[in-house]
């Protein structure tokens, strides 16, 4: 029976294929089968998988005389990419500021010439101005190209169980209740601090915050229709003043309209810089000028807060920690899928953590 199997002698997963005849064919993919967690082993089988099969259309293809058409360019792929695919994701701005990207890199190359050595070396490069995270999310847009193309412009997607850079995960620095007022403060534009404050207060995401209509708002919570993960609830009348807060400045924003934005400026200059391809530049340069005038450290290389940092994970912190908020409800607050996601995300203390994750436990069990 064809297919990817386990031998003692190899800490790979091995495939069973179906050559030209007699004996089949036995290869490693080139995939550990361990890992370090059950995800980790079960996506390293999903991988092995991807392999195998493109490694049987391989040699069907050559059984049936088939070859690829090779003359296709990235740059023109990636076109037809971003016009069928990107257009549907719902973080469509941010992956075409991908597809760019890589565009610099590989535009000129056929698609056939993308090698995992070819992928390397632009790892090497981006890895000397931007982090590993960023690097692994352009090299995902990569590859979901390149397995589009297996079949008709490539014979197999040589990015499958390639190893991508080691995420190396630092706690996040959060801007503290007392470091708040001077950085409130030094924000010199109105707009942006009504953002802070509901974007603290309900912990939405940006692009939440922007595109806030009257019509996903009620006097007791706000109903999310187009979030990163879907539909779902904040209530914003729980007595924190975090919460407070951020109820009146929505209160004093209510637009005129169900379809008025909460906060038009920003969300009309977002919208039309998007098609520029650099829509946060103006918007962060205003937050950043007011955390230095606050002697607050900016961005993540020097440690110190950005945007996303400053309201959705120092808004949590401060509910489980200076109000003492339970941890289920933070989580569902802001949207994370568990509490370990939480946890990670915000890089709270371990000890604070371990303590509501078994408070936590104790009310699952009431």
Known sequence: MMGIYERRDSPFWWMLLDGTGPPPIRESTGVPCEGHSTEARKAR????????????????????????????????????????????????????????????????????????????????????TVSAGTVRRELGVLKAMLSLAVGEYVEYNPLVGMKLPRIIKAPKRTLGAKEEPAFLAALDD??????????????????????????????????????????????????????????????RRLPASPDGFFFPQWQARFAAAADRGHPRGPFLRIVKRAAQAADIPWGLKQHGIVWHTATRASGATRLLRDYGVDIRTV???????????????????????????KRARVLSRD
């Open 190 to 251: 109105d707009e942006i601090r009504d953002l802070y404050l509901v974007g603290v207060g309900t912990l939405l995401r940006q692009s939440n915050l922007l595109n806030l209509r009257r019509r996903e708002y009620t006097r007791t919570h706000l109903t999310l229709e187009d979030s990163k993960t879907g539909p779902y609830r904040v209530p914003i009348t729980k007595p924190t003043e975090l919460q407070t807060r951020a109820a009146a400045v929505l209160k």
């Open 45 to 128: 089988k999903i991988a092995a998988e991807e392999i195998y099969r493109a490694r049987m259309t391989q040699l069907a293809r050559g059984r049936a005389g088939l070859e690829v058409d090779s003359d296709e360019t990235f740059a023109k792929f990636s076109a037809w990419y971003e016009t069928h695919h990107t257009a549907r994701h719902r973080g469509d701005t941010q992956e075409r500021l991908v597809l760019a990207r890589l565009r610099t890199f590989f535009g000129t190359l056929r698609l056939a010439d993308i090698k995992r050595s070819t992928a390397q070396e632009y790892i090497t490069e981006r890895m000397t």
């Open 331 to 357: 989580q569902l607050m802001g949207n994370w899928a568990s509490l370990d996601q939480m946890a990670d995300y915000l890089g709270i203390d371990v000890e604070l953590y371990g303590k509501a994750a």
